[in-house]
């Protein structure tokens, strides 16, 4: 596997999800890459699902983009029952979080690779909030999420060590992502009420 960066600047790292045949996506776990490749182990209470890998900002997204990078396929020595499945399920188009189409001011202005990944994701997942309107929709918990980011770059700056500012890290990212789908959720909620038959 190559650096998910080469996809596109937005993209960070990758992530593994299951697919059931009528197409939920179940965000299964982060695959970090040690050089080309990576190991993942995970479960799922899914009977039957399918997996793919997506490249992707960050680690907490509830949605798949359509950079497909892996599909998994039945090896002749799988044990257990192997079905076949056709499962259509909903991709996010990569355009959707594209780096190029960010506002000027939300851009960073170099993804510093020499930061540690989890506090790349950490501002990225807050400028991606900030893009579709959380500050306005989710306001209380973006504030919360900002001064988690800023405890995280304090621990950087101090050499907290890795582990404290990992966990800071990956709760803004958390937060960042609830507060998104937040602001998605409240935004589509006039259009809604329009749609809504009116009583005579």
Known sequence: MIPPNRYGREYLTYVMWAVTPQGRSQNLGEVILKGTKSKLDVTTDLQTFGLVVTAEPYFAVSQPTDRVVLENYARPDTRGRVEEITAQYELLDKNYLAFDRMPGEL???LIDTSLPLDLQQARHSVNIAQ????????????SHTRDLLHQAEEYFVKKAGAKPLSTIARSVVQNAEDARLIAMNRKQEPAKQNRSPRRR
Do not use: I, N
């Open 131 to 142: 893009w579709v309107g959380a500050d306005r929709y989710a306001p209380d918990l973006m």
């Open 107 to 109: 851009k960073p202005t």
